[in-house]
């Protein structure tokens, strides 16, 4: 066979008239062929037409664009992933820092709220439903948190009508400064208050924000001085009379 085996192979060398050739690499090849009579006259030598051999696909060139272009698309999507899994990452560790300094900040917040002198309550504009109360606030007014919350000053309003005209015009001008109230604690004892009101976002909704102050000491020594000095005024005019 030109190309691969020069040898002859003679019938000694073949079985059964065949000749096999395993493994052939890629090529052009041809068969030489030649018989010998029993006069061991050999005849012309005759050979076949050129019989190529191909590369197998796997060792071909387009195989070769094909896995390169295959290899660099898993690597695209592999670093693709691993790009998007680091912003992924990095979101998360902001979304968590963030979150942590939010909490950080409520908590500072919520600290101040409880430890204010003055009570601060946060409500329903309209039904004046309690949405959030301080410490100082379930202090002065003598009424467990889990109570506040949810329950209606005007339930606790001496004048209720008068409460309702004092919102709205806090609704009007955003804020309200300085006027004062009557309401009554859990134990049903009456005190005075001073009332600084303004509109506020609370929760995504229009909420009154309110800081109340107990005033009940000052009234009282106010009306001991108003008092005294109604009798004063009644023992001068016996004196004169």
């Not at 680091?86 to 979101?91: D, E, Q």
């Not at 979150?99 to 601060?120: G, M, Y």
């Not at 509109?199 to 109340?212: D, E, F, P």
Request: charged share 30%; with cysteine; hydrophobic share 35%.
């Amino acid at each position: 066979m030109a190309g691969y085996d020069p040898q002859w192979i003679t019938k000694y060398r073949s079985i059964a008239n065949l000749v096999r050739y395993p493994n052939i690499p890629p090529g052009n090849y041809r068969f030489h062929i030649q018989s010998v009579n029993v006069m061991n006259r050999e005849s012309e030598v005759v050979t076949s037409g050129s019989i190529r051999i191909e590369n197998p696909f796997h060792q071909s060139f387009l195989f070769y664009i094909i896995m390169s272009s295959a290899l660099l698309i898993v690597i695209l999507i592999f670093s693709h992933f691993i790009a998007k899994r680091r912003h992924t990452l990095h979101l998360e560790k902001q979304v968590f820092r963030r979150t942590k300094q939010l909490e950080e900040s409520e908590d500072e917040l919520r600290n101040i709220f409880n430890n204010v002198h003055d009570a601060i309550i946060i409500m329903d504009p309209h039904s004046e439903e309690v949405y959030e109360a301080n410490q100082r606030a379930c202090e002065i007014y003598k009424i467990a948190r889990t109570e506040f919350i949810g329950m209606s000053i005007k339930d606790i309003s001496e004048n209720a009508a008068r409460g309702e005209k004092k919102i709205l015009e806090t609704l009007k001008k955003g804020a309200f400064v300085n006027f004062e109230t009557v309401q009554y604690r859990g134990d049903g004892s009456k005190m005075y208050l001073e009332i600084n009101a303004s509109t506020i976002k609370y929760r995504g909704k229009k909420a009154l924000l309110s800081i109340n102050r107990d005033i009940s000491e000052r009234k009282e020594t106010e009306n001991k001085i108003q008092n005294s000095l109604r009798e004063k005024e009644i023992l001068l005019k016996e004196v004169h009379h």
